[in-house]
C-alpha cells in the first residue's frame, strides 16, 4: 500500500520516478496548494434536518492570474451526476465571482450578485427568486425525475482559456468602475479571443450554512492542476468542456516507493483523459472521524462523492470498467467495507444498518452521505447509515477489488480503489447557555467541516514481451 506524504508537490517533482514518461508536458494532478485549470468542490445542499431550517450554500471562484478567462460551470445533481445547470462565466483578471445555492419550492436554484459576465444570460440576482435547477438530463434514469433530486449534488468548473490582452472580450468583461460591458460578448468574438493554453490559476471554496440551526460548513474545491495543454471555447449549451478532456497522463504522489521516508511523485500514463483524472483522485481506503456526543448532541456526516463515475456507463447505463454495477432505480451499487475504531484501541467490524438493496454495504450514489447513528446532520436524501455502539473515534471506509472492479489500469500502472472525493460535516449543540456574566441567552450550536483523509495503492504493470 502507499500513502500520499505531506511533502509539497514541488518536492515530489523534484524526484519524479516513472511508470511511463518522465517529464511530459502535461499530466494531471491534484494540486494540493489549491490552484488548477480545474476545481471540484464537493458537495452542495439545500436541505434540512427541521422543517424550514434549510441549508444554503455559498461558492466563490477567484482567477489568481493577470489574464481575464472563459470558464464553464457545471452544477450537477447527486445522484446520477446529471447536469442541472451550466454556463459559461467570463473572469476578469483577479475576478471574483459568487454565487449562492438556494431551496425552491419543489427543487433548488442558483442566483449571483456578482456582475461577472456569463453566457448565454446572467443568471437572477435575487436570492427570493433564483434561477431554477432542471431535470432534463435526468429524466426517466429510474431515479426519480423530481425536482428534489436538484437539492444537493456538486459543482465543476473548467477552463477553457484565458483570453488574450487587448482582445474584445477581453475588454468587455473586464471591469470598468465596478462593471463590465457584458452586452458586447458573443460567441463569434469569444472563439476568437480566446488563447487556447490554459494557465490555471483558479481557487475556490463552498460554504454550506444554515443560519437557523447555527450551522456552517466550509470546503476548499479540490483543484486539478495541468488538465490539459490546449483548451478551446466551448458555446453555451454545449456540454464540452468535462472531465473527460484531461490529457491522458497523470501525477499521483506515491509516499512509501520501497522506502517511507522518501515520498516522491511517479508519471503514469492512462489510456484516456478520464482514466486519468480517475487516477489522481484513486484511494483505496477513506479515513475520517465521528463524534456523537451525548452531552453536545453532536452529530456526524461524511460526503463521498466519486466525479468520473458517470463517465463509466455506456449510454443504456451498462457499467464499462473500474465501478462495479449498472446505474438502477438505487444507484449505481459499489461494495465497500467498513472499519470502525474508537479512541482507545477499540476495533469493531462496522457496516451499513439498513443495508442497501444489494444487502451488502455498499455506496450507490455519486455523491453519497454516510451518516453514523442517524444523526443526519446534512439532512441528505442520498445517505446510507452506520451505526455504532461507541460515542467517539474513527472509521475506515475500504475499496477493495470485487472481481473486476475497484480496479483502473492504465498503459503503465494499475490503481485499486475508487475515485472519491469529500469530508466529514461535524456538528455540537450544547442548546443554550448563559451569557458572559450570567446575562442573558447565548445559542450554542456549531459545526466543522474535516477533509478525509486517505490512502492510495498503485504498483506498474507488467511489460509487454519483446518482438
Same mark, same amino acid.
Given at each position: 500500500?502507499?500513502?500520499?506524504?505531506?511533502?509539497?508537490?514541488?518536492?515530489?517533482?523534484?524526484?519524479?520516478?516513472?511508470?511511463?514518461?518522465?517529464?511530459?508536458?502535461?499530466?494531471?494532478?491534484?494540486?494540493?496548494?489549491?490552484?488548477?485549470?480545474?476545481? !471540484?468542490?464537493?458537495?452542495?445542499?439545500?436541505?434540512?434536518? +427541521?422543517?424550514?431550517?434549510?441549508? &444554503?450554500?455559498?461558492?466563490?471562484?477567484? &482567477?489568481?492570474?493577470?489574464?481575464?478567462?472563459?470558464?464553464?460551470?457545471?452544477?450537477?445533481?447527486?445522484?446520477?451526476?446529471?447536469?442541472?445547470?451550466?454556463?459559461?462565466?467570463?473572469? =476578469? #483578471?483577479?475576478?471574483?465571482?459568487?454565487?449562492?445555492?438556494?431551496?425552491?419550492?419543489?427543487?433548488?436554484?442558483?442566483?449571483?450578485?456578482?456582475?461577472?459576465? !456569463?453566457?448565454?444570460?446572467? *443568471?437572477?440576482?435575487?436570492?427570493?427568486?433564483?434561477?431554477?435547477?432542471?431535470?432534463?438530463?435526468?429524466?426517466?434514469?429510474?431515479?426519480?425525475? =423530481?425536482?428534489?433530486?436538484?437539492?444537493?449534488?456538486?459543482?465543476? !468548473? *473548467?477552463?477553457?482559456?484565458?483570453?488574450?490582452?487587448?482582445?474584445?472580450?477581453?475588454?468587455?468583461?473586464?471591469?470598468?468602475?465596478?462593471?463590465?460591458?457584458?452586452?458586447? *460578448?458573443?460567441? #463569434?468574438?469569444?472563439?476568437?479571443?480566446?488563447?487556447?493554453?490554459?494557465?490555471?490559476?483558479?481557487?475556490?471554496?463552498?460554504? !454550506? $450554512?444554515?443560519?437557523?440551526?447555527?450551522?456552517?460548513? /466550509?470546503?476548499?474545491?479540490?483543484?486539478?492542476?495541468?488538465?490539459?495543454?490546449?483548451?478551446?471555447?466551448?458555446?453555451?449549451?454545449? *456540454?464540452?468542456?468535462?472531465?473527460?478532456?484531461?490529457?491522458?497522463?497523470?501525477?499521483?504522489?506515491?509516499?512509501?516507493?520501497?522506502?517511507?521516508?522518501?515520498?516522491?511523485?511517479?508519471?503514469?500514463?492512462?489510456?484516456?483523459? $478520464?482514466?486519468?483524472?480517475?487516477?489522481?483522485?484513486?484511494?483505496?481506503?477513506?479515513? &475520517?472521524?465521528?463524534?456523537?456526543?451525548?452531552?453536545?448532541?453532536?452529530?456526524?456526516?461524511?460526503?463521498?462523492?466519486?466525479?468520473?463515475?458517470?463517465?463509466?456507463?455506456?449510454?443504456?447505463?451498462?457499467?464499462?470498467?473500474?465501478?462495479?454495477?449498472?446505474?438502477?432505480?438505487?444507484?449505481?451499487?459499489?461494495?465497500?467495507?467498513?472499519?470502525?475504531?474508537?479512541?482507545?484501541?477499540?476495533?469493531?467490524?462496522?457496516?451499513?444498518?439498513?443495508?442497501?438493496?444489494?444487502?451488502?454495504? =455498499?455506496?450507490?450514489?455519486?455523491?453519497? +452521505?454516510? /451518516?453514523? &447513528?442517524?444523526?443526519?446532520?446534512?439532512?441528505?436524501?442520498?445517505?446510507?447509515? $452506520?451505526?455504532?455502539?461507541?460515542?467517539?473515534?474513527?472509521?475506515?471506509?475500504?475499496?477493495?477489488?470485487?472481481?473486476?472492479?475497484?480496479?483502473?489500469?492504465?498503459?503503465?500502472? =494499475?490503481?485499486?480503489?475508487?475515485?472519491? $472525493?469529500?469530508?466529514? #460535516?461535524?456538528?455540537?449543540?450544547?442548546?443554550?447557555?448563559?451569557?458572559?456574566?450570567?446575562?442573558?441567552?447565548?445559542?450554542?450550536?456549531?459545526?466543522?467541516?474535516?477533509?478525509?483523509?486517505?490512502?492510495?495503492?498503485?504498483?506498474?504493470?507488467?511489460?509487454?514481451?519483446?518482438?
Amino acid at each position: 500500500m502507499n500513502t500520499f506524504n505531506k511533502k509539497s508537490l514541488c518536492a515530489a517533482l523534484a524526484a519524479v520516478g516513472t511508470l511511463g514518461v518522465a517529464g511530459t508536458a502535461n499530466a494531471v494532478y491534484v494540486n494540493p496548494d489549491g490552484l488548477g485549470q480545474v476545481l !471540484i468542490y464537493p458537495y452542495y445542499t439545500v436541505r434540512n434536518k +427541521v422543517a424550514g431550517a434549510d441549508f &444554503n450554500s455559498l461558492l466563490s471562484v477567484v &482567477n489568481s492570474t493577470a489574464s481575464a478567462k472563459a470558464v464553464k460551470v457545471r452544477f450537477v445533481e447527486g445522484r446520477n451526476s446529471a447536469e442541472v445547470l451550466d454556463f459559461n462565466l467570463f473572469l =476578469s #483578471a483577479h475576478d471574483v465571482w459568487v454565487a449562492g445555492i438556494v431551496p425552491t419550492g419543489d427543487g433548488a436554484g442558483a442566483f449571483s450578485p456578482d456582475k461577472s459576465c !456569463i453566457a448565454p444570460n446572467q *443568471i437572477s440576482a435575487d436570492p427570493a427568486n433564483p434561477t431554477g435547477f432542471v431535470n432534463f438530463v435526468y429524466d426517466g434514469d429510474g431515479a426519480g425525475d =423530481s425536482l428534489d433530486r436538484t437539492r444537493e449534488g456538486y459543482v465543476e !468548473i *473548467i477552463e477553457m482559456g484565458p483570453l488574450r490582452d487587448g482582445s474584445p472580450t477581453a475588454v468587455a468583461v473586464t471591469h470598468v468602475n465596478g462593471t463590465p460591458k457584458c452586452d458586447k *460578448i458573443d460567441d #463569434a468574438s469569444a472563439t476568437a479571443s480566446l488563447d487556447t493554453t490554459p494557465t490555471g490559476g483558479l481557487f475556490g471554496g463552498m460554504t !454550506i $450554512i444554515n443560519v437557523l440551526a447555527g450551522e456552517e460548513f /466550509t470546503q476548499d474545491a479540490v483543484a486539478l492542476a495541468a488538465f490539459r495543454a490546449v483548451g478551446s471555447y466551448v458555446t453555451p449549451g454545449n *456540454i464540452k468542456p468535462d472531465l473527460q478532456d484531461a490529457d491522458p497522463v497523470a501525477i499521483v504522489f506515491d509516499g512509501s516507493n520501497g522506502n517511507p521516508t522518501s515520498g516522491t511523485a511517479v508519471t503514469a500514463n492512462m489510456n484516456s483523459g $478520464i482514466d486519468a483524472v480517475s487516477a489522481v483522485l484513486m484511494h483505496d481506503t477513506l479515513l &475520517n472521524e465521528f463524534v456523537l456526543d451525548a452531552g453536545t448532541r453532536s452529530g456526524t456526516d461524511w460526503v463521498v462523492t466519486m466525479p468520473t463515475k458517470r463517465y463509466y456507463f455506456d449510454s443504456a447505463g451498462n457499467v464499462q470498467a473500474l465501478f462495479q454495477r449498472n446505474f438502477t432505480s438505487d444507484g449505481a451499487c459499489d461494495d465497500v467495507s467498513v472499519g470502525l475504531f474508537d479512541r482507545e484501541e477499540f476495533v469493531a467490524k462496522g457496516g451499513f444498518s439498513p443495508p442497501p438493496t444489494t444487502k451488502t454495504n =455498499s455506496l450507490c450514489w455519486e455523491a453519497t +452521505v454516510v /451518516t453514523f &447513528n442517524n444523526t443526519n446532520v446534512l439532512g441528505s436524501a442520498n445517505s446510507v447509515n $452506520i451505526p455504532t455502539t461507541f460515542a467517539n473515534g474513527w472509521t475506515r471506509l475500504g475499496f477493495e477489488p470485487v472481481g473486476g472492479a475497484h480496479v483502473l489500469t492504465g498503459l503503465d500502472a =494499475s490503481f485499486t480503489g475508487l475515485p472519491t $472525493i469529500g469530508f466529514a #460535516a461535524i456538528t455540537f449543540n450544547n442548546g443554550t447557555l448563559s451569557g458572559p456574566g450570567g446575562v442573558g441567552l447565548v445559542q450554542s450550536q456549531y459545526g466543522g467541516a474535516f477533509k478525509h483523509r486517505a490512502t492510495v495503492s498503485f504498483a506498474p504493470t507488467a511489460a509487454p514481451p519483446a518482438p
